[in-house]
């Protein structure tokens, strides 16, 4: 997978609403009306996530989930961290 490059990055990111660089990351925080479902949000996404076979980095805080994707093999985003994103989005909405 090809890493993008800034200029790719920014355009990609523009289309996302809600979604921030991180570094070498995009990170999004999705609020949820509570544990339960943070933790049913999380376990939808883990199921897309294997069989994408690209995973994120997760962290929940009692209501509030926060996703980071990057590409570690190849240094930075590629496509998958967008599509990645693009699904977790429209998950997280339905």
Request: hydrophobic share 45%; net charge negative; no cysteine.
């Amino acid at each position: 997978m090809t890493r993008l490059l800034p200029d790719e990055v920014n355009a990609r990111l523009s289309s996302l609403p809600g979604w921030e660089l991180a570094g070498e990351a995009i990170r999004r925080q999705f609020v949820f009306s509570g544990f339960p479902e943070a933790v049913a949000f999380v376990v939808r996404l883990g199921f897309t996530a294997e069989a994408a076979d690209h995973h994120p980095e997760i962290e929940i805080a009692y209501k509030r989930v926060t996703l980071r994707y990057s590409t570690h093999s190849a240094g930075g985003l590629t496509e998958k961290d967008f599509a990645g994103a693009e699904g977790a989005t429209a998950l997280a909405m339905a």
